[in-house]
């Protein structure tokens, strides 16, 4: 069992940055891929970014690539996700979410077994 907790969300004006941390607990960190996601109001949950295990393979959906960065410190059990140049549109509560994953593909279309609580984000324009 692996437990996540999410920080770092706010009120942020157009264009500010952001930095939206992951700490995990339980099992050993380090064999787990992660990602995160975001839920608006009124929409479905999209897969944002993920990380792999040994943080060589990284992967962002079209709309934030350029403006987030995903990364994580397996010593701290920490996985970040830095957002630049945000957008009215990121506004959303933003999830990370952890599995079992040794692989460097795939790590957006994976099915994520274990779940933060969420942080929201909201830009204002």
């Known amino acids: 069992q692996v437990q996540l907790v999410e920080s770092g969300g706010g009120l942020v004006q157009a264009g500010a940055s952001l930095r939206l941390s992951c700490v995990a607990s339980?099992?050993?960190?380090?064999?787990?891929?992660v990602g995160w996601f975001r839920q608006a109001p009124g929409k479905e949950r999209e897969s944002v970014a993920a990380?792999?295990?040994?943080?060589?393979?990284?992967d962002y959906r079209d709309s934030v690539k350029g403006r987030f960065t995903i990364s994580r410190n397996n010593a701290k059990n920490t996985v970040t996700l830095l957002m630049n140049s945000l957008k009215p549109e990121d506004t959303a509560v933003y999830y990370c979410?952890?599995?079992?994953?040794?692989?460097?593909?795939?790590?957006?279309?994976?099915?994520?077994?274990?779940w933060g609580q969420g942080t929201q984000v909201t830009v204002s324009s």
């Open positions: 979410a952890a599995r079992p994953y040794k692989r460097q593909t795939g790590l957006m279309d994976v099915s994520y077994n274990y």
């Open positions: 990380i792999s295990w040994d943080a060589i393979s990284t």
């Open positions: 339980g099992r050993t960190f380090s064999n787990y891929a």
